[in-house]
C-alpha cells in the first residue's frame, strides 16, 4: 500500500474518545475476520460491507482526504474516488493518518472510478461565466448546491453603487470545479438559463497507469445501460492492468427487463481476463442520498427486481444511488438485509452457501453531507488537517459511525470502549 504512515500529531494522540472509539470499531472488525477470504470479501459475503464514494467527479483532494481519514476510523471497506493521481494520493493520506491513530485499524480498499460513455451523470461538472450573471441574481445556484462548488460575489465599480446597477458592478467567482461532483441540481434553478453541463471520460492510459500503482486496489467501470461497444473498447484498454486489481466493479442503472441480459453480455466481455473479485453496483438514483428519505427507494426497488430474476450474472452486489440512513430499514422490509435466500421466490431460493445476496451499501451523498456539517466549522484558511481539531474529529467520526454501525452490526460505543 502506500507509505509508512507518519505519527500522529501530539493533540490527537492524547485525545483518548477518538482513539477509544476508534479502537474499540477495530477490535470489533478483527474479532469478526474469517479464513479464508481477505476482510473486505468476508464483509460482502454476510452483507455488511460499506464503501464511501467521495465522487468520481469530487477532486477537492483536502476534503477527500479528511472524509478517506474518518470512514477509514469509523470502518468502511472501501473507498471510492476519482480516477486522478492527486485524489488517489489524499485518499491514502487519509488512511495513513488513520493508521497511526489506530496501528491495527484494517485498511480500507482504495477504488478508483471511471465510465465508458460521456453520457454517464457522474462524469460532468457545472460551467458558467459570472460575469454573464446580472448583478441582482438570486443566486439560487449557490443556494441549491449541496457540495459548495458554488461561489459567487458581487463587485462594484467606481464608489458607492447599488447592487441592481448593472452597469457599475459584476460577479466574480463562479463554479470551483474541483468540488463539482455534477449533481446537475444548478442546472434547472438558474433564472437566465446560464449553467451548463460539460462531461468527459476519463483517459483509459492514465486509469491503466493508476490501476499499476500499490496504493490502488479496485476499479469501478460506470456504463449508462446503452450499449456494450463502448464497455468493451474501455476494458480492452485496461485488461493488461485490471488484474493488478483485487476487485472490478461495475456501475449500471436499472434498465428495465433488458438489464440482466445487458449485464451477462458485460460479464461475457470481462470474463476472459478476470481473475478477481467483481461485483455489480445497483445504481438507483444516482447522486441523490442527500436529499431525504423518497431517494433510497430506487436503488432498494432496483435489488428487489433483481431478486425476482434468474440468470443474473456471477458476482456481489451491492447498493448504491440513493443511499441514506433510511436504507437499511427499506431493505429490512423488502426481506433483503444481509439475507441469504430471496425471500417471496417460489422456492425461497438460495444465493449460495453463507454469501447475502446483496453484499454492502455504498454512501456517497448522504456520507458526505453529515461529515460536511463538521468539516464546515473548521477554519477556512489553508489546507485544514481535521486530526488537527480532535474535539472536531470527534463529532465527524460519531457521524460516520451513526451511518457505518448500523450495517455492520457495532455494539454501542459505550459497550465497544
Not at 441582482?136 to 458581487?154: H, M, R
Not at 481473475?275 to 442527500?290: A, E, K, T
Amino acid at each position: 500500500m502506500a507509505g509508512v504512515p507518519v505519527p500522529p500529531p501530539p493533540l490527537l494522540a492524547s485525545h483518548a474518545a477518538v482513539r477509544a472509539a476508534a479502537s474499540a470499531v477495530s477490535r470489533y472488525r478483527r474479532a469478526r475476520l474469517s479464513g479464508g477470504h481477505p476482510p473486505q470479501v468476508a464483509a460482502l459475503r454476510r452483507g455488511d460491507w460499506v464503501k464511501l464514494i467521495c465522487g468520481a467527479s469530487f477532486e477537492d483532494a483536502a476534503d477527500v482526504r479528511n472524509l478517506s481519514l474518518v470512514y477509514t476510523l469509523a470502518g468502511v471497506d472501501c473507498i471510492d474516488c476519482a480516477a486522478d493521481a492527486s485524489v488517489v494520493s489524499a485518499v491514502n493520506e487519509g488512511i495513513d493518518i488513520a493508521a497511526s491513530i489506530i496501528p491495527a485499524i484494517q485498511r480500507p480498499w482504495v477504488m478508483v472510478s471511471v465510465n465508458d460513455d460521456c453520457r454517464d451523470l457522474h462524469f460532468r461538472k457545472a460551467e458558467f461565466d459570472p460575469e454573464d450573471c446580472p448583478l441582482d441574481c438570486s443566486k439560487p445556484c449557490e443556494k441549491v448546491c449541496p457540495a459548495d462548488a458554488i461561489s459567487l460575489e458581487s463587485i462594484m465599480f467606481g464608489g458607492e453603487h447599488t447592487q441592481s446597477d448593472p452597469l457599475h458592478g459584476e460577479l466574480k467567482g463562479g463554479v470551483l470545479t474541483e468540488r463539482c461532483y455534477g449533481c446537475g441540481r444548478c442546472l434547472p434553478v438558474c433564472p437566465y438559463d446560464r449553467i451548463r453541463a460539460v462531461s468527459y471520460v476519463r483517459d483509459p492510459t492514465t486509469t491503466s497507469e493508476l490501476l499499476k500503482m500499490n496504493d490502488v486496489d479496485a476499479i469501478e467501470i460506470h456504463t449508462t445501460g446503452k450499449g456494450t461497444d463502448t464497455f468493451n473498447t474501455l476494458w480492452n484498454s485496461l485488461s493488461e492492468s485490471i488484474n493488478n486489481v483485487k476487485l472490478v466493479a461495475v456501475s449500471l442503472p436499472d434498465i428495465g427487463e433488458s438489464t440482466v441480459d445487458f449485464m451477462n453480455k458485460l460479464y461475457t466481455i470481462m470474463e476472459p481476463h478476470l481473475q478477481r473479485y467483481n461485483l455489480w453496483q445497483l445504481d438507483g438514483r444516482p447522486m441523490s442520498g442527500d436529499i431525504g428519505r423518497g431517494a433510497t427507494r430506487e436503488t432498494v426497488s432496483f435489488a428487489v427486481h433483481m431478486a425476482s430474476v434468474s440468470e443474473r450474472p456471477p458476482g456481489f452486489y451491492q447498493l448504491a444511488g440513493g443511499t441514506n440512513s433510511y436504507t437499511i430499514d427499506c431493505l429490512k422490509k423488502a426481506g433483503l438485509f444481509q439475507s441469504m435466500t430471496f425471500p417471496g421466490t417460489a422456492t425461497s431460493e438460495t444465493i449460495s452457501p453463507q454469501q447475502a445476496f446483496i453484499g454492502g451499501i455504498a454512501y456517497g451523498g448522504y456520507a458526505r453531507k453529515i461529515i460536511g456539517r463538521t468539516l464546515r466549522k473548521l477554519p477556512a484558511l489553508g489546507r485544514v488537517r481535521i486530526e488537527d481539531h480532535p474535539d472536531h474529529l470527534l463529532e465527524a467520526l460519531q457521524e460516520a459511525l451513526s451511518l457505518v454501525g448500523p450495517v455492520k452490526g457495532y455494539p454501542a460505543l459505550s459497550s465497544m470502549k
